[in-house]
């Protein structure tokens, strides 16, 4: 009886074992990994990652933590990395650097030590390139100042990874295509009104002006800069367009380009001066903060920016990582202003892990021997495209942000959902409890994705100094 | 030499002040010089309406410094918690008649027992009360978002001012006065974690103002002048006008009230105002209800003309060389203060453009120059100290 109860008792275990097993889903096939040689069943793999997730970089960085959850869910439900479950740990700077180093501090005196780091900001990057190269922690970035990533000779690469283009190749590469398109754009001069700080002045250097010239185009030397508070910013946009700016870039976010936007409106220079930025500036929250700041068409003033995209978009439906993120955020009823690019980078940010750790454990031999060497030797000679939202390459050690880029333009969606709106007669509109209606912003592509110019200092296209 | 100098002091201060203007205009009169009439004249629009803002948070701080002494850290805070109750009250489709019940009885019980529980033993009392829950209670079930938003809004605000005063600062009422001032840190903090938590750390922008053409008004107000285009943003005007009626309000508050009278002796000397009588709790309760208040208006007013973010407290931070400025006590001068920062900021923006001076330097450099002619600020009491 005793033998039988046994035989009984280590069946039910079995199965217990089994069961997961059997109801593991499996990956689409258009997902592809390395093959992974040493199985990490029974390991967690954590995702270490804090910046500011609740002042001026909320509405990008709140978005990230949910696509970073849900693909996390995703994947585990389907393998892991390699078996290994993964995980995440996050904590909030709001912004301030101050919080930003005690929480480096708190993650680099772990034992032990995370093998990698996510960030989300520039200031960040430039603050902690020192430490983290020191550390030997390797860092992933979507963020892109050339002294966060390159030094401050533009020449040195270290230890964070930015899985977008610089910012100041992003401006050149606007540059290069309003030279490209001089019927469009005749006799273009780009005024730069940006926020203070980092990020907001990352694009204005002597190497993006003299590209720019290059091109054709004078790029105005006096930049303006507004704080994210700011009430009114109408002196500075006309300081501007008095010196003779036919187009205002800016290197913000969320309310940021909204602020441009309107001002512009309100001077009644929405016709006569294009508004254009960083990549962050085509995101869903600029759309739809901009409800409060129609233009004379009816539309959102911030109707035609044009800015870098990257990264795939919700709108390319035929890619399957779009169909697939489509479908889980869906499911998981994401809110709109949640559907954005940092969404899609939490996917891939989470996909690019699993395959770190794939092709590092195979090369190290075990997830113990995986460290932060380890994993910057993997990123060094990476080519890798995670669920094919962009492509990222660090040349063999060389590069240090995302060199493929495209220029996109932010438009509104119309009633019927079958092009873009062209005023706000036409435009699909989502009534709001306060009143107010949403426009579904939808973002076009105006070119292909193509190599950006290199504008480091001492950079292959940095025109000679 | 020497006595020389001593008699005639004063007037040598005084010369070297006019020197110092001459200098100064001199200095800035080819900048002014270069540019175009229309645009001094837009950036002054822009600098008084920007200004308004700035005045009416510097006023809130006012009001609780005159009344305890104590410089409000958490202003900027309970400005966007204004902002957000109003938002909260003004969208929301459907507002269940338990919850504002609550709300309106709350505030009631709090503004009711500022003297004491004691005082809900009186029947008149308890009536009253009862008869304001009522009437506030319908008025958030009113299907009129601006009303119920407004009511909401003030009935929010006024129970976290009584609040604060309450539970943070009476229990510090004869402590030394930097004791408040580090309480007020904390509260900052406190609020900041409360509004993070109920609203979230995404911008949310607040259409207040987003019916304005539907009445009629020009959006935004554009005239012709020097021969180029001038505007005035209409939600700016509007939030103007507003801070000039509530600066009008409260100088005949402090002028012709008991009460503000009492505010400012308690001001003066908090135990030695209690020992005449003054029941320097119902001071403080008031001040800070009203200061609260006046954080809910100005956070409205900027969240309506930008959006409802965390990053919103630090407006108050701009508004913090306005008070130094038109001096710590004074309601004109928090207005003046204001003003003279909003445009102080934006003539800079416009004499240096590509500087940054406007919004990291001329503000604090002018409040530098006038705190070391006037150590009291402009319109401040000046102190004597008895040794």
């Known amino acids: 009886m005793r033998k039988l109860s046994l035989m009984l008792l280590l069946f039910v275990l079995a199965a217990l074992l089994a069961l997961p097993a059997s109801a593991q889903e499996s990956l689409p096939d258009w997902i592809e990994h390395t093959a992974c040689d040493v199985d990490l069943t029974g390991e967690t793999i954590t995702i270490y990652h804090f910046g500011d997730i609740s002042a001026s970089y909320a509405f990008i960085t709140q978005p990230l933590l949910a696509g970073i959850g849900d693909a996390i869910e995703y994947f585990n439900a389907r393998g892991g990395a390699c078996g290994a479950q993964l995980a995440q740990d996050n904590r909030d700077t709001g912004g301030d650097l101050a919080q930003t180093q005690a929480h480096y501090d708190y993650y680099s005196t772990l034992d032990p030590k995370p093998d990698l780091l996510v960030l989300y900001a520039s200031p960040d990057a430039e603050l902690l390139r020192d430490q983290v190269a020191e550390d030997e922690i390797p860092v992933m970035i979507s963020a892109g100042s050339v002294e966060g990533l390159y030094g401050e000779d533009g020449q040195t690469p270290g230890w964070i990874y930015a899985t977008n283009p610089l910012y100041v190749d992003q401006f050149g590469m606007f540059c290069r295509y309003l030279g490209q398109n001089s019927d469009q754009f005749p006799d273009p001069v780009i005024g730069y009104i940006s926020w203070p700080g980092a990020f907001g002045e990352a694009a204005f250097t002597p190497e993006s002006i003299a590209y720019c010239a290059e091109q054709g185009v004078t790029v105005l030397e006096t930049p303006e800069y507004f704080l994210p508070t700011a009430t009114d910013i109408t002196t500075n946009v006309q300081n501007l367009v008095d010196a003779g700016a036919n187009i205002l870039y800016t290197n913000t976010l969320a309310s940021g380009p909204v602020a441009v936007a309107r001002t512009l409106v309100d001077l009644g220079l929405e016709d006569d001066v294009r508004l254009a930025g960083v990549n962050w500036t085509l995101d869903t929250s600029v759309g739809l903060l901009s409800r409060t700041a129609l233009g004379s068409d009816g539309l959102p003033a911030v109707n035609g920016i044009i800015g870098s995209m990257p990264f795939r978009w919700w709108t390319e439906t035929d890619q399957p990582a779009i169909q697939l993120i489509s479908s889980i955020a869906d499911e998981k009823e994401v809110a709109a202003q949640n559907r954005n690019i940092a969404y899609l980078l939490g996917w891939a940010t989470v996909d690019t892990y699993i395959e770190l750790y794939a092709q590092t454990v195979n090369r190290v031999g075990s997830l113990d021997a995986v460290d932060g060497a380890a994993i910057k030797e993997t990123l060094d000679s990476l080519v890798y495209s995670p669920l094919g939202l962009y492509t990222l390459d660090f040349k063999g050690g060389e590069g240090r942000d995302d060199t493929m880029n495209r220029l996109a333009t932010m438009m509104f969606a119309n009633a019927d959902m079958s092009g873009v709106a062209t005023s706000g007669d036409d435009a699909l509109k989502l009534a709001l409890p306060d009143g107010t209606e949403a426009y579904l912003p939808v973002v076009v592509p105006l070119t292909d994705f193509e190599l950006t110019p290199d504008l480091r200092p001492g950079g292959a296209d940095a025109p000679g100094m | ?387």
């Open chain 2, 1 to 387: 030499m020497t006595a020389l100098l001593k008699d005639n002091r004063r007037y040598l201060t005084i010369t070297l002040y006019v020197v110092a203007v001459v200098v100064l205009l001199a200095l800035f009169a080819p900048v002014v010089g270069a540019q175009r009439p229309a645009r001094l004249v837009q950036s002054g629009i822009t600098g008084l309406l920007v200004g308004g803002i700035y005045a009416l948070i510097a006023l809130g701080i006012v009001i609780i410094n005159k009344a305890s002494g104590v410089f409000n850290f958490a202003h900027g805070w309970m400005m966007l918690l204004g902002g957000f109750l109003f938002y909260s009250f003004f969208t929301v489709v459907q507002i269940s008649p338990v919850a504002s019940a609550a709300l309106a009885l709350l505030t009631v019980l709090m503004a009711l027992t500022v003297i004491g529980w004691s005082s809900l033993r009186d029947l008149r009392v308890l009536g009253a009360g009862a008869l304001a829950a009522i009437i506030i209670t319908m008025l958030l079930l009113v299907e009129i978002p601006l009303l119920r938003g407004i009511v909401g809004a003030v009935c929010g605000s006024v129970l976290i001012g009584l609040a604060a005063e309450r539970f943070a600062i009476r229990p510090l009422i004869g402590q030394p006065l930097f004791a408040m001032v580090l309480m007020t840190l904390a509260l900052s903090e406190v609020l900041h974690g409360i509004e993070q938590m109920i609203w979230g750390s995404v911008e949310i922008p607040l259409s207040l103002f987003a019916g304005i053409k539907d009445l009629g008004l020009p959006v935004p107000i554009r005239f012709e002048m020097f021969d180029s285009s001038v505007i005035v943003r209409t939600e700016l005007l509007i939030a103007f006008a507003l801070s000039l009626l509530a600066f009008v309000a409260f100088v005949a508050f402090f002028q012709f009230t008991s009460v503000g009278l009492a505010m400012r002796a308690t001001a003066e000397n908090q135990k030695l105002a209690q020992s005449v009588g003054l029941r320097v709790r119902v001071i403080l309760g008031v001040a800070w209800a009203i200061a609260a208040l006046l954080a809910t208006v100005a956070g409205v007013l900027q969240g309506g003309a930008t959006s409802l973010s965390l990053n919103m407290p630090l407006l108050a931070l701009r508004a913090f060389p306005a008070v130094l400025l038109g001096g710590l006590e004074s309601v004109p001068g928090a207005l003046i203060g204001g003003l003279i920062i909003g445009l102080v900021q934006e003539y800079a923006n416009l004499l240096f453009p590509g500087t940054q001076a406007g919004t990291e330097l001329a503000p604090y450099l002018v409040l530098m120059v006038v705190l070391v002619i006037r150590p009291d600020g402009l319109f401040g009491q000046k102190r004597i100290e008895r040794i």
